[in-house]
């Protein structure tokens, strides 16, 4: 089964009410914007006494999850929380907005399974904001931190976490981005970008490639300044430099279980402990609202933003999160 995490738009009031920034990092923004619309569905899913509900009723309620999530695609696919993608999410028309996505490839893909993903991810964006395209389609690919290739400040400290991948090879970036050229080619992304490439690894991508990146996202942390080999090797090929706060592994390991799983903070979806060995009996799973057993296995996390261009105002912004649950 697959199951679909989303966080609706993290500028709304409710997310504000649980002070969600526009800058916070990538991971915090996306664990707490995914168990905040979570919490808000399961509010919603609890009949209202004088207007309140008690934690009490909260608690109990979260495991009835089949309230509040939608199941779909016979039952191939589960929506946590249900989603409605017919009334859109943006006012205006196509031509007033910027908008951008963030796909981050996880280390639990292999880049044969790419296409399928990155088609899924744009899918999902483009019915949320019912829109027929986007403007700027940016890749993160795992392992890969722009502080590898640059000397310029060798005493930083380094923020980034822990590793759990090590990059792989060119020639599956490539194979990446030939999927990504078919997009640009259907007219669904009109600009490609990537994140955290330095010099080292930019240049045989851009004598490989048929369109190039049109922007490089570069995290640059405790680093004084952007490397002037990278600085050169971007004007000269036209490449725009953004810098961003952004972290390559935004979805941690046990992160899904943790939000979805039994306990306090979990939403009671996923029954047992599988990362643990700790597996429940199917008659003790129905006891708590028939949790799905089975393997977490993420596959990839998409974050979009829209912009009104002539005003620079950011109306939306939020996240997707995908995972299988091998049983």
């Not at 509010?43 to 608690?59: I, M």
């Not at 279980?257 to 039994?262: D, I, P, S, T, Y």
């Not at 057993?293 to 620079?312: D, F, H, I, L, M």
Request: net charge negative; with cysteine; glycine share 8%.
């Amino acid at each position: 089964m697959k199951i679909v995490l989303s966080s609706g738009n993290v500028l709304g009031a409710a997310a504000a009410s649980y002070n969600v920034s526009a800058t916070q990092k990538s991971n915090l923004e996306l664990v707490q914007s995914l168990r905040l619309n979570i919490e808000d569905a399961i509010r919603d899913a609890l009949p209202q006494a004088n207007g309140n509900t008690t934690n009490g009723d909260l608690l109990r309620k979260k495991f009835d999850w089949k309230k509040w999530t939608s199941l779909q695609e016979d039952g191939k696919v589960l929506y946590v929380p249900a989603i409605d993608f017919s009334q859109s999410s943006l006012q205006e028309e196509r031509e007033q907005y910027d908008i951008t996505v963030k796909l981050f490839y996880l280390r639990t893909t292999s880049a044969a399974e790419r296409e399928k993903y990155t088609r899924e991810g744009l899918d999902l964006v483009l019915k949320e904001l019912h829109m027929p395209s986007v403007d700027l389609l940016i890749v993160s690919f795992p392992g890969i931190y722009f502080d590898e290739e640059t000397e310029d400040c060798p005493d930083k400290i380094k923020s980034r976490g822990p590793i759990e991948v090590e990059p792989e090879s060119l020639e599956a970036q490539i194979e990446t981005w030939e999927v990504l050229q078919k997009l640009v080619d259907e007219g669904l992304v009109k600009k490609l970008g990537l994140a955290e490439f330095g010099a080292e690894r930019l240049t045989p991508l851009l004598e490989k490639t048929r369109i190039p990146p049109a922007v490089d996202q570069i995290n640059l942390r405790d680093c004084c300044s952007v490397p002037k080999t990278l600085l050169s090797l971007a004007k000269t090929n036209g490449v725009e430099l953004l810098v961003h706060n952004d972290c390559t592994n935004v979805l941690p390991r046990g992160t899904v279980r943790e939000l979805l799983g039994q306990g306090e903070s979990g939403a009671g979806i996923l029954s047992g402990n599988e990362s643990t060995g700790e597996k429940r009996k199917s008659r003790e799973g129905e006891k708590i609202g028939g949790g799905i057993q089975g393997e977490v296995v993420p596959q990839w996390v998409v974050k979009y933003t829209a912009v009104v261009s002539n005003r620079g105002v950011l109306e939306n912004k939020g996240y997707f999160a995908v995972a299988d649950v091998n049983s």
